[in-house]
């Protein structure tokens, strides 16, 4: 329970530093948010919570693990292309004088099984500009996306480069 004091004071003193002055209604609304996430993770203790240690195999070791970092860290500037190259598109729409956006909902199909890379991929293809991920089908292992542009063709072999990714890291 020390634990949890502790928690609730860290907490506590996070709002009131992002809050800003401190006032008697900053700080009783403060309490009142952190006894709410606290309730929570009670509860979650409880069931077990909302991970599930089977959805990522562990590292087979060290070097292993180490791999999985890495090339983690070497989809970064990757993502960070994929983002720069989508909003200059979603600009470049926002500016034109005749529309040629053909929004719409594709349907894209995965190869990933893990479910942390499943989320991990659905909400990086939802931080690229112009798409969002609004939908997976659990039967059919696909993803269905609204596309600012759903006749674009990269848009597929995009999700496809981010899913290997996705499979070197979590699979």
């Given amino acids: 329970m ?7 004071l860290i907490l506590l003193l996070a709002w009131l530093a992002l809050a800003g002055a401190v006032t008697l209604h900053k ?3 403060g309490a009142v948010l952190v006894m709410i996430a606290i309730w929570i993770d009670l509860k979650l203790e ?3 919570g909302w991970v599930h240690e089977e959805e990522v195999p562990p590292p087979a070791g060290l070097i292993d693990h180490l791999r999985r970092v890495l090339v983690a860290v070497a989809f970064v500037p ?3 292309r994929e983002v720069y190259l989508s909003a200059l ?3 470049r729409h926002a500016v034109e004088i005749r529309s040629t956006i053909y929004p719409g909902i594709v349907r894209v199909p995965t190869r990933l099984r893990s479910k942390t890379a499943i989320v991990v991929l659905g909400n990086l ?3 690229t500009p112009g798409t ?3 939908d997976f089908d659990e039967q059919e292992y696909c993803y269905y996306v609204h596309c600012i542009d759903a006749t674009a063709e990269e848009d597929p072999s995009v999700i496809a480069e981010m899913e290997g990714w996705m499979r070197r890291i979590f699979e």
């Fill in 78 to 80: 990757i993502f960070l």
């Fill in 125 to 127: 293809i939802t931080l």
């Fill in 46 to 48: 409880e069931t077990g």
């Fill in 132 to 134: 969002l991920t609004m």
């Fill in 27 to 29: 700080l009783l609304l």
């Fill in 89 to 91: 598109n979603v600009a």
């Fill in 2 to 8: 020390a634990k949890k004091w502790f928690l609730i």
